[in-house]
């Protein structure tokens, strides 16, 4: 069955380093999306992507964030200069279409990122 | 704007009796709701979506959802718990455009044997 695969599952990072989450999409979807959940807290939505562009975007999605399809399979979320207030769950999802209420969305298993 | 409440963080059932776990949702618009599961290690899997067709919607692993205007709910319902279903449960409505997933807070559900 596919799936979208997350690396790595936990990353942990200094305050004010950069760091990459990764993401391989589901190989024939079209549209990526970057949740997030603080611990404790609900399931955000950060931003869409398609056709190599941002879609969407979330009040969180700020210039620290970017998004990115480096290649014919991943999609990368950097944060350039990370907080305490990132430390969360990172959740890549892909799907078929845009229009949600028309596909599916599969999300991958997250990626737990820790700021000290 | 689009929201879903989850009215139980946790909900505790033996294995074989009927699972109730519960969701509010408002939205400005007929929605698109969804339930989705995470287990443990796991990313989320969607259970069940609605989309205004039929208002009961069967979904996996014997789940299944009621959308009521009325009530404007969407609890997610199974006949006979088991083991393999304890889990965190979303609650999901579709944002304007339908284009990205507003979530609840979760429900944990707690199997006991």
């Known amino acids: 069955e596919p799936e979208v695969t997350q690396t790595p599952s936990h990353q942990v990072t200094q305050m004010g380093q950069e760091v990459i989450l990764r993401c391989v999409p589901i190989?024939?979807?079209?549209?990526f999306y970057w949740y997030r959940q603080i611990l404790g807290q609900k399931v955000e939505f950060l931003v869409s992507f398609y056709n190599n562009e941002i879609s969407e975007k979330s009040e969180i999605f700020d210039d620290q964030f970017s998004v990115e399809r480096p290649d014919g399979s991943n999609f990368t979320l950097k944060i350039r200069s990370t907080k305490l207030e990132d430390s969360a769950m990172y959740f890549c999802?892909?799907?078929?279409?845009?229009?949600?209420?028309?596909?599916?969305?599969?999300f991958g298993q997250g990626t737990r990122l820790t700021v000290v | 704007a689009q929201s879903v409440t989850q009215l139980d963080s946790h909900v505790s059932v033996s294995e074989g009796t009927p699972v109730l776990l519960r969701c509010n949702y408002s939205?400005?618009?007929?929605?698109?709701l969804f339930w989705y599961v995470q287990h443990p290690n796991k990313g989320l899997q969607l259970l069940l979506k609605?989309?205004?067709?039929?208002?009961l919607v069967k979904g996996i692993n014997g789940f299944e959802a009621e959308f009521k205007k009325s009530e404007t709910s969407f609890h997610l319902t199974k006949p006979s718990a088991h083991m393999s279903d304890a889990a965190e449960y979303f609650c999901v409505v579709s944002g304007l455009g339908g284009n990205k997933l507003v979530f609840g807070a979760g429900t944990i559900l707690r199997v006991k044997s």
């Open positions: 190989s024939n979807h079209l549209y």
């Open positions: 609605y989309t205004s067709a039929a208002t």
């Open positions: 939205s400005s618009y007929s929605p698109s």
């Open positions: 999802a892909s799907s078929e279409e845009v229009r949600i209420s028309n596909t599916e969305a599969f």
